[in-house]
Structures are given as structure tokens and as C-alpha cells.
């Protein structure tokens, strides 16, 4: 699957944004990342809410592709 089915996955509710983003841990037993290490925001994790500006909490710590993403950072531009 490329980046772009990923992406329309996740417009669609089946995939978190969280999950393309560089700061994700995967090996958490709990969804946490660099900007909330005490646990990702439901909205943000359920994609209600895009994660490319300031949310409160994130540290300054924004959404940032994981290589080969770079079509889903444009596109959260464009659709979010």
C-alpha cells in the first residue's frame, strides 16, 4: 500500500494519522508520541483533529511524515 491509499485511510476514520508521523512510538503499549508522552489526545489519534498546527499540550511538537509520507503532509494541508 503507498503512502496515499495510507493517507485515504485515514481521512476515512481506518488508520491514525499518529501512525505515519516520525515522533509515534509503535512499541508503546499505550498510543504516545514526542508532543504527548503521557498519551495522544483521542481527537487527534481518532484523526478529528489534524496535528499540523499548535494543539494544547504538544509541546511545540507537530505532525511530521514518516519518510515516503510526504504526500500525506500535503494533502492534511489541502483536506484538513
Do not use: R, W
Not at 516520525?22 to 508522552?37: G, L, N
Not at 498519551?39 to 494543539?55: E, K, M, R, T, V
Amino acid at each position: 500500500m503507498n503512502a496515499y491509499d495510507k493517507f485515504k485511510k485515514m481521512v476515512k476514520g481506518e488508520m491514525s494519522q499518529c501512525h505515519c508521523c516520525i515522533h509515534y512510538k509503535e512499541s508503546s503499549s499505550k498510543d504516545i508520541c514526542d508532543a504527548f508522552p503521557k498519551g495522544i489526545p483521542q481527537d487527534i489519534l481518532n484523526n478529528y483533529i489534524c496535528h499540523n498546527q499548535a494543539f494544547p499540550g504538544d509541546n511545540g511538537i507537530h505532525f511530521e511524515p514518516k519518510p515516503g509520507y510526504k504526500t500525506i503532509k500535503i494533502k492534511m494541508k489541502e483536506c484538513f
